[in-house]
């Protein structure tokens, strides 16, 4: 078996391809789905649509023919093609419905919990390896929905286009469950740590082992009958974290019929550490693909040269990368005429035109997605903030909590002033690193940010979310956002080993871009909740 430590050419040939569709017109189609019969339309129309994308996605095509040949065993036809397709529409489509209304918009049956149990009972997590195969996000959401412990997916959303996005803007969507793998966010340090968080809380992660990012670990193993990358990159986590490993697939097995199966690969128990077993894992992982292949050929979805040797043959399309002709096409796939095609170009303006003049009005009536980048610019808009609050302190060792109230008021980029009027006046000062104590009889005091853990971040959490700062925030803490504009909760949890040692976690929640509560848990058991209650949106004194 063939390793390397860069990919080659073809498992990067999907980051180059764009996601297909039209802003204006997929927001419009999202809009009639949410209408009561929203359900009947999207049916109806999901054929036109998948015609539509068939004829103008070429290269996917040619990928698709080139994979259902080898899956079915002989060569695919128009008909086969178009299932592959149709059915990855209907995937599509039964994504939207159970994010837009549950796990009741699809008949869902689970196969092997009892291994994946199994395996938490060990209290080191469990690693799930799927594939592009049925539905990703089906499996992550159901088992979120039915598992006691956190579960999280890493994706790579780099070539993300619409129809991401309006999925990603469902009040379902559950952003906060992804582990973002892309240059954007440090990965993969980012994500190294967001998995070794999630599994040393003892919950579950997921991630998809049949696509090959540039440099990655990467194994060459036989996938129907021909030679194909896979990364290692799941199994060298799992042994380096000393998690379990199981295989789960959501396979389309009907209309709005699904069956996820869950399969142990290894054992926590089992050190894996040399080459050699490395490489069977991965083949195992292949051999499981491959008959689920075989079973169920239209559940498979990566519409891109996947085998080595494919574009040598010239079975497939490369990329849509800036590339000479030569290398956009094939001699079975001969390239399209120029002028044929400037010639339709106005006609696919108009059609563009017309769609946004239809969903225009729509649009502007639609709400701004909530994802977690639009809500830290609503709070980042304003400089100045005041609130009155209300406190309530638990101390261990105290039969009663303490309760403390007064006002609340950030300037930016980093004042914060906290001012108590009951029990007693007392009043503290952060800006910068120092923070000052002021109480009535008393020497003011000034502390360090390095000599009060607990405090600064407690602090800094505050500052970073009422200027808009994610940044400052993913440095210190792991970010995890949910519900919408009507009401959001942020989990805020150390990275830093020393923070942790103090800090449990750091809770915030509001309403539109507004902090209405905070708490925070102390290691020792102590713990605060702050009421905030806005004041008038009027310049500060």
């Known amino acids: 078996m063939e390793r390397k430590a860069r990919s080659g050419k073809a498992p990067s040939a999907w980051e180059a391809r764009r996601e297909g569709g039209v802003r204006p017109v997929l927001a419009f189609f999202a809009a009639l789905l949410r209408l009561p019969a929203g359900r009947l339309w999207g049916e109806l129309l999901l054929g036109p649509i998948t015609l539509y994308f068939f004829l103008r996605r070429g290269a996917e095509r040619r990928a698709s023919r080139a994979y259902l040949s080898q899956a079915l065993g002989r060569q695919a036809r128009f008909f086969h093609i178009f299932s592959h397709f149709y059915v990855f529409a209907q995937t599509l489509l039964d994504r939207f419905f159970l994010l837009e209304c549950g796990?009741?918009?699809?008949?869902?049956?689970?196969?092997?919990?009892?291994?994946?149990?199994?395996?938490?009972?060990?209290?080191?997590?469990?690693?799930?390896?799927s594939a592009h195969f049925g539905s990703f996000d089906l499996l992550r959401l159901v088992l979120g929905t039915?598992?006691?412990?956190?579960?999280?997916?890493?994706?790579?959303?780099?070539?993300?286009?619409?129809?991401?996005?309006?999925?990603?803007?469902?009040h379902g969507a559950r952003g906060e469950e992804i582990i973002e793998l892309s240059a954007d966010n440090g990965a993969p340090v980012a994500a190294l740590l967001a998995l070794r968080e999630t599994l040393a809380a003892n919950g579950v992660v997921g991630l998809l082992g049949d696509r090959a990012l540039p440099g990655q670990r990467s194994a060459t193993v036989p996938f129907l009958g021909r030679p194909a990358r896979f990364?290692?990159?799941?199994?060298?986590?799992?042994?380096?974290?000393?998690?379990?490993?199981?295989?789960?697939?959501?396979?389309?097995?009907?209309?709005?019929?699904y069956e996820i199966s869950l399969t142990p690969l290894t054992d926590s128990r089992e050190k894996t550490s040399r080459t050699n077993e490395y490489d069977q894992l991965v083949r195992n992982y292949v051999r499981t693909l491959e008959a689920l292949c075989r079973r169920h050929p239209y559940?498979?979805?990566?519409?891109?040269?996947?085998?080595?040797?494919?574009?040598?043959?010239?079975?497939?399309?490369?990329?849509?990368?800036?590339?000479?002709?030569?290398?956009?096409?094939?001699?079975?796939?001969?390239?399209?005429?120029?002028?044929?095609?400037?010639s339709h170009a106005w006609r696919r303006r108009a059609l563009r035109l017309i769609a946004a003049a239809f969903a225009a009005p729509l649009l502007?009536?639609?709400?701004?997605?909530f994802t977690i980048d639009a809500l830290f610019r609503r709070l980042g808009a304003r400089p100045e903030r005041r609130a009155r609050f209300t406190e309530t302190r638990r101390v261990k060792g105290l039969s009663a909590p303490l309760e403390l109230s007064g006002t609340l008021t950030f300037r930016r980029p980093d004042y914060l002033e906290k001012s108590v009027e009951t029990p007693r006046p007392e009043r503290l000062l952060a800006e910068g690193d120092h923070f000052t104590l002021e109480a009535p009889g008393k020497p003011a005091e000034t502390i360090d940010a390095a000599d009060a853990p607990p405090l600064a971040?407690?602090?800094?959490?505050?500052?970073?979310?009422?200027?808009?700062?994610?940044?400052?925030?993913?440095?210190?803490?792991?970010v995890g956002l949910e519900g919408d504009w009507t009401g959001w909760t942020l989990t805020l949890v150390p990275l830093d080993p020393l923070l942790s040692r103090y800090l449990t976690s750091v809770i915030l929640r509001g309403e539109e871009d507004e902090l209405t509560?905070?708490?925070?848990?102390?290691?020792?058991?102590?713990?605060?909740?702050?009421?905030l209650l806005p004041l008038a949106r009027s310049p500060l004194p």
């Open 103 to 129: 796990e009741e918009a699809l008949r869902v049956a689970v196969a092997g919990k009892e291994a994946l149990l199994a395996a938490l009972a060990e209290g080191r997590g469990a690693v799930l390896v």
């Open 146 to 170: 039915r598992s006691p412990v956190p579960v999280r997916v890493v994706m790579h959303r780099r070539a993300a286009g619409p129809l991401t996005a309006i999925l990603a803007s469902s």
């Open 231 to 257: 990364p290692l990159g799941p199994y060298l986590l799992a042994a380096r974290l000393e998690a379990p490993v199981l295989l789960a697939f959501a396979v389309r097995t009907g209309w709005r019929r």
């Open 299 to 342: 559940n498979w979805f990566n519409f891109y040269p996947f085998w080595l040797d494919a574009e040598e043959r010239g079975e497939v399309v490369a990329t849509t990368g800036p590339l000479p002709r030569a290398r956009l096409t094939s001699p079975a796939f001969p390239a399209p005429i120029a002028g044929r095609r400037a």
């Open 364 to 369: 502007a009536a639609a709400p701004e997605p």
């Open 457 to 478: 971040a407690m602090i800094e959490a505050i500052r970073a979310t009422f200027r808009g700062d994610l940044a400052a925030l993913r440095r210190r803490f792991s």
């Open 517 to 531: 509560a905070l708490s925070y848990r102390e290691t020792g058991g102590d713990e605060s909740v702050l009421t």
